[in-house]
Nanobody, 120 residues
Framework: QVQLVESGGGLVQPGGSLRLSCAAS????????MGWYRQAPGKQRELVAG???????NYADSVKGRFTISRESAKNTWNLQMNSLKPEDTAVYYC??????????????WGRGTQVTVSS
């Protein structure tokens, strides 16, 4: 069984920073890609940032220059450093990954989410 667990969410003032972390555990053969999504009330879930096993990254236009995704492959963890936070960043943030449990099978896994609230 593969499980993803987020940590680091909370309340922060506009202009502040938070660092989210995700840890994957279980029967993992290989993690092919890692990412962060978010969902605000009444909105669809959207990709915030992603990183491949080779280190290639991509970001939503709304967070470019403010957020940074990184990974610690040996620990099966990845992070999202969020700087210059804005009220519109308020959402539940979910980590996800494309994980193979053996040579033949792979699929997406999701964490349960962590709340990030940006408010004065």
């Amino acid at each position: 069984q593969v499980q993803l667990v987020e940590s680091g969410g909370g309340l922060v003032q506009p202009g502040g920073s938070l660092r989210l972390s995700c840890a994957a555990s279980g029967s993992i053969f290989r993690i092919h890609a890692m990412g962060w999504y978010r969902q605000a009330p009444g909105k669809q879930r959207e990709l915030v940032a992603g990183i491949t096993s080779g280190g290639s990254t991509n970001y939503a236009d709304s967070v470019k220059g403010r957020f940074t995704i990184s990974r610690e492959s040996a620990k099966n963890t990845w992070n999202l450093q969020m700087n210059s936070l804005k009220p519109e960043d308020t959402a539940v943030y979910y980590c996800n990954a494309i994980i193979a449990i053996d040579f033949f099978s792979r699929r997406e896994y999701w964490g349960r989410g962590t709340q990030v609230t940006v408010s004065s």
